[in-house]
């Protein structure tokens, strides 16, 4: 059995590169992705719901979190990946969303058009975009929808973080109404023990 001290020692160790690791990400995205953080557009993101419970900011960040993480695992296993494009492509891959209720008629034309919009707000904030970041942006939605498939790994990355965060964004908030129903629940239990007494 291991003793106390000894285990105290690995959580600090494991906790020391965790947050090694979160301050190298959060430095690849200051340094990466200042034009867009430094942005209006990513202010709006913070004030606009987006998968149920999230918002698109920090989706946004969520993705471009995953993202230079799966980067760095990639460059361990000496697969070249552009870390700039990535971060500038998953920080702005869904701002073509903003206002979403003024641009678009239905949910399906915003899944549909948004990444072209996307594009725009890029151009319009990035003063010297990576190449290949278009594309990413152009075709993050993949493989859902009609998007086309990334034609670069840089794209593969983002579309797997994006649909990695999609999908923790909706079970987290099935989570949430899960718990809302239990407690609606609960309470009608109590309702009906007060009525039986
Ligand atoms: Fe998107
Ligand atoms: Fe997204």
Same mark, same amino acid.
């Given at each position: 059995? @291991?003793?106390?001290?000894?285990?105290?020692?690995?959580?600090?160790?494991?906790?020391?590169?965790?947050? %090694? @690791?979160?301050?190298?990400?959060?430095? =690849?995205?200051?340094? $990466?992705?200042?034009?867009?953080?430094k942005?209006?557009?990513?202010k709006?993101?913070?004030?606009?719901?987006?998968?149920?419970?999230s918002?698109?900011? +920090?989706?946004?960040?969520?993705?471009?979190?995953?993202?230079?993480?799966?980067?760095?695992?990639?460059?361990?296993? %000496?697969?070249?990946?552009?870390?700039?494009?990535? *971060? *500038?492509?998953?920080?702005?891959?869904?701002?073509?969303?903003?206002?979403?209720? /003024?641009?678009?008629?239905?949910?399906?034309e915003?899944?549909? +058009?948004?990444?072209?919009e996307?594009?725009?707000?890029? @151009? +319009?904030?990035?003063?010297?975009?990576?190449?290949?970041? +278009?594309?990413?942006?152009?075709?993050?939605?993949?493989?859902?929808?009609? &998007? /086309?498939?990334?034609?670069?790994?840089?794209?593969v990355?983002?579309?797997?973080? =994006?649909?990695? &965060?999609a999908?923790?964004?909706?079970?987290?908030?099935?989570?949430?109404? %899960?718990?809302? *129903?239990? %407690? $609606?629940?609960?309470?009608?239990?109590?309702?009906?023990?007060d009525?039986?007494?």
């Amino acid at each position: 059995m @291991r003793t106390p001290y000894y285990e105290s020692t690995i959580h600090r160790q494991i906790r020391e590169k965790r947050e %090694n @690791r979160k301050d190298r990400i959060k430095g =690849d995205l200051m340094r $990466y992705g200042s034009d867009v953080l430094k942005s209006e557009e990513i202010k709006q993101a913070f004030e606009q719901t987006h998968h149920q419970w999230s918002t698109v900011g +920090e989706h946004t960040v969520r993705v471009a979190f995953s993202s230079v993480m799966i980067c760095y695992a990639l460059r361990k296993l %000496n697969i070249k990946v552009s870390i700039p494009a990535v *971060v *500038v492509g998953a920080l702005c891959h869904d701002l073509g969303i903003l206002g979403r209720s /003024e641009k678009f008629s239905s949910a399906k034309e915003c899944s549909r +058009e948004h990444p072209k919009e996307s594009v725009e707000v890029a @151009r +319009e904030i990035v003063s010297d975009m990576p190449e290949g970041t +278009e594309d990413i942006i152009e075709r993050h939605m993949w493989p859902a929808g009609e &998007s /086309e498939a990334p034609n670069s790994i840089e794209g593969v990355v983002v579309s797997v973080a =994006d649909k990695y &965060s999609a999908v923790k964004d909706i079970v987290k908030g099935s989570e949430v109404k %899960n718990t809302g *129903v239990k %407690n $609606y629940l609960r309470g009608e239990k109590q309702k009906i023990a007060d009525k039986i007494k």
